[in-house]
């Protein structure tokens, strides 16, 4: 069985640009994986989610989507089928006048049936939780109800594979938690999730973690691998969990409380222990 994403020596380059926005770039990313990509503004991460969706083409290397090389328009085209892109603003992803329409979209582009863009446009709704915003005007909904919207289109192309650019920043914390906790629910149901984040609360639930830093993979690992180095993971622009630098004050407070925290969770269950 192939991997879901595997990107081998991958470098993209803007035109005009004098270096790689994404540089000689190795990734695996297993089917039913929930990966993290992070790092400063610039690092790249949102060159490379293109890159996976195949709204770029590499300028070397190679980037394989569910077992199919992007290599050309074509392929660009099979790739978006399996692998769809949720996007930070959720007022730029909104293309029609009714909900409803505004999530067959994608699925319209590629040819599918209209029944069946009725019957999947109805799921993915039910599975977002907006069926009944179907008939209303994008315009009226809130943030986190665009972004669901928006998710219900990408599901309504049933891809295997979603990459989330950020699709939370513009949320309050309870919309970020709900959106967040869906991606969670997609990946439940085997649907493999590339996460895109400057948020280290949101990281420290994932998997496994790639930090990009100038175009590069400079850290990978899972989160507690990576957290626990703090000054690597500070000299790349990033902070560790909140829970983790608690921790850490703690220990050097005297208090002995294990020192690879990086959830809220963890923390509480180290300081019943204590109790
Ligand atoms: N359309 C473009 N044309 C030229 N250069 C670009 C373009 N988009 C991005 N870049 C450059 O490519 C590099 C990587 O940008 P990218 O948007 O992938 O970073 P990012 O990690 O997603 O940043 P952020 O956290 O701000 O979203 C940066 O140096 C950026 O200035
Ligand atoms: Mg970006």
Redesign the pocket.
């Known amino acids: 069985m192939h991997e879901a994403i595997s990107a081998r020596n991958l470098s993209y380059h803007?035109?005009?640009?004098d270096k790689n926005?994404?540089d000689s770039v190795n990734i695996e990313i297993a089917r039913g994986e929930f990966v993290a990509i992070l790092?400063?503004?610039?690092?790249?991460?949102?060159?490379?989610g293109k890159l996976f969706n195949g709204l770029y083409l590499a300028s070397q290397g190679e980037v394989f989507v569910s077992g199919t090389q992007i290599t050309d328009e074509n392929s660009a085209y099979e790739a978006r089928k399996h692998c769809g892109m949720v996007f930070q603003d959720p007022d730029n992803q909104m293309v029609a006048t009714i909900v409803e329409e505004d999530v067959a979209f994608g699925c319209e582009n590629l040819g599918v049936a209209p029944d069946e863009i009725k019957r999947r446009v109805q799921k993915a709704l039910e599975t977002v939780g907006m069926s009944e915003y179907a008939l209303s005007a994008p315009h009226m909904l809130s943030g986190g109800q665009k972004q669901r919207a928006a998710i219900a289109g990408v599901l309504a192309m049933q891809p295997d594979i979603i990459v989330f650019?950020?699709s939370t920043s513009m949320l309050d914390p309870s919309g970020r938690r709900d959106i967040f906790s869906l991606a969670q629910r997609l990946n439940e149901r085997g649907v493999t999730i590339v996460w895109?984040t400057?948020f280290m609360e949101e990281a420290a639930l994932c998997q496994r973690l790639y930090v990009?830093d100038g175009?590069r993979v400079a850290l990978q690992g899972t989160p507690r691998e990576v957290f626990s180095d703090a000054e690597a993971v500070q000299k790349l622009g990033l902070d560790v969990p909140d829970m983790t630098a608690l921790a850490r004050q703690l220990k050097q407070n005297g208090i002995d409380v294990r020192s690879d925290i990086i959830t809220i969770d963890e923390m509480e269950v180290e300081l019943c222990r204590l109790a």
């Open positions: 803007y035109e005009g640009a926005a994404v790092g400063r503004n610039g690092s790249g991460k949102s060159t490379l650019d950020e895109i400057h990009m175009g």
